[in-house]
């Protein structure tokens, strides 16, 4: 399993171009250990924001730093980051529980401590009836919730998520937001989530950031 | 006219234009049931030159589809996953064997392997040429360019979030492929098997140029058709072109049944 390193997360006059979309000289920091929202309407670039943490995106200039580490030339792989995009992107020929262990069995877990895992993870977010089950047939929060824990199975250096609670009932939300406490609780992880959602300020956010016109600023 | 005459007058007019290639192609099968009869039938499946016919084309067929699909698998998501400088000439290049006529694709084959490199392999490791592997290269020209749009379509529909998502929690490429986008196209792998091997199968020009018509050695059951036919036998050949038929039926019903859309389904 990973060591956990010094993990906050620096963007350093990071610009990037999608087109005829470009966002130019980014400078953020979120603290090590922080639950940091970017809060920002419909389509100003949160996605974008993300993926180019990930290494999903190229960045055109700028450095982009976890802990100490510059990550902008790594791939995605060796960034050592937890990622939920929109509606989980689970896979959904895999059940929820060898989703959440494949991160563990990638690096060498043997299949047993990762299923171990799993099944902690399971019961921290209260998905543990969903393990053995494919993801056709979950509910929004389920998926949410499932990929959540795959995220963080390998006790990642930072955790990003795109509108984790977006499109859910007010039930289902509040489960998702109490397994994001729970989560961050427990693991402490850096954590960066983007919504357009006032509500997920007041529920969830340490630092609140704003991203308008191009430019990220601290609320 | 009235709002409501007008749609009626639309939904008649279209209904009708439809409905005249449907009662075609239902009058040319009942043409060719009504011609001949079951027993009839039975007789020209159990003739011994038609049995060996079937058995090389059920073999080419598979053999050629198989060889199709490990082109077609990476083709699509080359076409379907990545941008590279002159994509549309390689995307062109993958339709030629669809668009050029049958005939033309084996006169191409025969040139091919019976001059420079094609005739260096030909003399010095075996034969192609009028012999069997002919008939399966034949096919597998065709139908690999059919695979391919199955496959591209298969990866076109598939949620690409799914594979990014499997880069950033620590697979390569290659385990990101083989771990999470082989296992969710697998109906697309079958359909585009499918109908590699129902090409295959009705492929006839190709096959009669550059493999030949030889009874017992390179004839696939379209060549059996021709051969009939030639000889005046036309009940045996309506009993080998209802046998197509059944399998064509067969492979339409089963891509259906995969729910596979976009390409014959």
Known sequence: ?219 | MSTFRHDRLFSLTISMLAGIYVILILALLLAGATFTTPADILQALSSEPIRQSAVLSIVSCTVASILALWVAIPAGYLLARWEFPGKTLVDAIFDIPIVLPPLVVGLFLLILFESGVGRFIQDNLFGITYEVPAVILAQFCVATAFAVRAMRITYEQMDRRTEEVALVLGCTRWQSFTLVTMPQSTRGIVAAGTLAWARALGEFGPILVFAGATRGKTEVLPTTIFLEWSIGDLGAAVAVSLLLVGLALLVLITTRLLGFKGVIG
């Open chain 1, 1 to 219: 399993m990973t060591e956990q390193m010094p993990s906050g997360l620096r963007f350093d006059t990071v610009s990037i171009q999608a087109g005829d979309f470009r966002l130019v000289d980014l400078d953020f920091t979120v603290p090590e250990g922080a639950y940091a929202i970017l809060k920002g309407a419909t389509g100003c670039g949160k996605t974008t924001i993300l993926e180019a943490t990930c290494g999903l995106r190229s960045i055109s200039g700028g450095s982009i730093r976890i802990g100490e580490r510059a990550v902008e030339g790594l791939p995605p792989a060796r960034r050592n980051i937890g990622y939920v995009p929109q509606d989980g992107a689970l896979f959904p020929t895999m059940t929820a529980g060898r989703q959440i262990a494949l991160p563990l069995v990638l690096r060498g877990t043997s299949r047993a401590e990762a299923d171990l895992r799993a099944a902690e993870l399971a019961e921290l977010v209260e998905i543990t009836h969903l393990l053995d089950r494919r993801p056709e047939g979950f509910s929004g929060g389920e998926r949410q919730r499932v990929a959540i824990a795959r995220a963080i199975a390998w006790k990642p250096d930072l955790l990003l998520m795109d509108e984790p609670i977006g499109a859910l009932d007010e039930t289902m939300r509040a489960r998702v937001v109490s397994a994001l406490r729970a989560v961050h609780a427990h693991t402490g992880v850096t954590t960066l989530h983007v919504t357009h959602d006032p509500r997920d300020v007041a529920d969830l956010s340490t630092i609140l950031y704003r991203l308008e016109e191009g430019r990220v600023e601290r609320c």
